[in-house]
């Protein structure tokens, strides 16, 4: 078993930046990859940025691309979503997940951290 647990999340002004920060517990050798979702009042759930285990495979969505940046600390087993030039269309409640190697999907999830961006 692996347990995600993130932090960060908060009300921000557009323009402004968040850090969000995934540590990851337990069996963490099992992972082949990281990533960030978010899902917004009324939206289906999407991908945000993910990350292979070893630091390569990174991707981004479109909408986040040169605004958002995703990033490992090897030590500490966390990843960070680096979230600058926020807009109003970031705000959603953002998770973090982790798929094991040789699974397709992800199949660990945080709690998920309410991010907000006010005009």
């Known amino acids: 078993q692996v347990q995600l647990v993130e932090s960060g999340g908060g009300l921000v002004q557009a323009g402004g930046s968040l850090r969000l920060s995934c540590a990851a517990s337990?069996?963490?050798?099992?992972?082949?990859?990281m990533g960030w979702f978010r899902q917004a009042p009324g939206k289906e759930r999407e991908s945000v940025a993910g990350?292979?285990?070893?630091?390569?495979?990174?991707y981004y969505t479109d909408s986040v691309k040169g605004r958002f940046t995703i990033s490992r600390d090897y030590a500490k087993n966390t990843v960070f979503l680096q979230m600058n030039s926020l807009k109003p269309e970031d705000t959603a409640v953002y998770f973090c997940?982790?798929?094991?190697?040789?699974?397709?999907?992800?199949?660990?999830w945080g709690q998920g951290t309410q991010v907000t961006v006010s005009l």
């Open positions: 990350i292979g285990w070893s630091g390569s495979n990174i």
């Open positions: 997940a982790a798929r094991r190697v040789g699974i397709t999907q992800y199949d660990y």
């Open positions: 337990g069996r963490t050798i099992s992972l082949a990859a």
